[in-house]
């Protein structure tokens, strides 16, 4: 088993966690040993098997930053080995040097004509080996670091273009549809006021996908999670919850919807409220839009579980089938969408928890097929006092301080 070959490298590997990790292939333990200790020496981390086979095994449960290979093993040689690893695209950039006893030239030339980066042949010098390591490793932070910055720099030029190219037309057509309806607004016409309508309905759609991708962009860029980390604050997420529902309220284009709230009078988490807003209006939204056609209640509670704040989005709508839990978190994954053509790009839900997440919580989904749903958001709180309010709630409701 690798496992009880690689006890030296699991060793190492506990004093250098953060130092680059070696995987090394050798049927001789005794070579395999001698240079595992030389390497763990010069603060690598190390994983050792005896052949291919086993070597990949290995691979798939980490993914070490370079290879160095014997050629001639049992089971599985270097070179098949070696095509085996740029099989998987995940491995396709991994340095990879052969270190055999062959030094004729017909087996270094079919070394290098497979891709090696490097071909040692024993017995070589330790400097010779620590060299080749080094120039290798060099080498792919280099290249990670250009494809990196390429990476930025395209991210920082679809910023641009969302923000300047796609939502200033867009701010154009919406401002223009809004006069048009203000100077038509004595007009009988019902054609005119569908069309209207119509056409502010896909201003508004199109400007909340050009936000989103604007948003996601800032996210995968570590723009927002620098910004949580560096700029939040304590917060009363009771006042962010009422604005959310009331701001609900407003938009709901449908008048048997039920929209309450049972709510503490404070209840304090460390963050930024405008990205916690944002959360919750697209789980509110998620939850009115997904109501059954003849109506429905969605109820917004929260309250403080130990050291952890608690906002609980319940609707009694069409539910979620089980193994689509977790679906229906990842980016543009939509469920049912012939039947629910509404429910727009599958981004809101994936926004929302890794908003959650930068700050610490975490979003999870209790629902059942035509029962409806239950959203919770935890996120790392204050312990405060937790005044609950006998009197009229927001709506009309008594507020609980949980629930």
Not at 22 to 41: F, K, M, R, S, Y
């Amino acid at each position: 088993m690798v496992d009880s070959k690689t006890r030296l490298g699991v060793a190492m590997s506990e004093k250098v966690r953060n130092n680059p990790t070696l995987l090394l292939v050798d049927d001789d333990l005794a070579i395999l040993e001698g240079v595992a200790d030389l390497l763990g020496l010069h603060g690598y981390n190390i994983i050792t098997a005896t052949d291919g086979t086993e070597a990949l095994q290995a691979m798939r449960r980490q993914t070490p930053d370079l290879v160095i290979s014997d050629i001639m093993m049992r089971e599985m040689n270097g070179y098949q080995f070696y095509e085996e690893v740029r099989k998987n695209p995940a491995w396709t950039m991994l340095p990879f040097i052969f270190l055999t006893a062959r030094g004729q030239t017909i087996d270094v030339r079919r070394g290098h004509s497979l891709g090696a980066d490097a071909y040692l042949t024993k017995p070589f010098e330790p400097e010779d080996l620590l060299i080749a390591v080094r120039a290798r490793l060099k080498r792919m932070d280099d290249i990670r670091r250009v494809t990196r910055a390429d990476v930025d720099q395209m991210k920082q030029q679809l910023m641009t273009i969302f923000s300047h190219e796609l939502r200033t037309p867009l701010t154009y057509i919406y401002g223009y549809v809004n006069l048009l309806d203000e100077h038509l607004s004595d007009s009988d016409d019902d054609m005119i006021d569908m069309m209207i309508d119509g056409a502010r309905q896909g201003a508004e759609r199109l400007v909340s996908l050009v936000d989103d991708l604007m948003l996601m962009m800032r996210i995968d860029s570590g723009v927002v999670g620098v910004e949580i980390q560096r700029r939040r604050f304590s917060a009363d997420l009771v006042e962010v919850i009422a604005k959310v529902v009331d701001d609900a309220r407003l938009e709901m284009r449908r008048d048997n919807v039920q929209l309450e709230t049972q709510l503490p009078r404070s209840l304090v988490v460390p963050c930024i409220p405008v990205y916690v807003e944002d959360a919750l209006k697209r789980l509110v939204n998620n939850a009115i839009k997904f109501l059954k056609s003849e109506g429905g209640q969605v109820l917004v509670s929260a309250g403080q579980r130990g050291d952890r704040a608690a906002i609980t989005v319940e609707d009694d709508g069409i539910g979620i089938a089980p193994e689509q839990h977790e679906v229906i978190f990842e980016r543009f994954k939509q469920v049912d969408r012939e039947t629910m053509e509404q429910q727009g790009t599958g981004l809101g839900l994936s926004i929302a928890r890794t908003l959650i997440r930068l700050h610490g919580g975490d979003v999870v989904v209790k629902s059942r097929v035509g029962k409806g749903s239950m959203f919770v958001v935890t996120l790392p709180a204050y312990e405060v006092p937790l005044v609950v309010d006998q009197g009229a709630s927001r709506n009309g409701r008594s507020q609980e301080a949980d629930r």
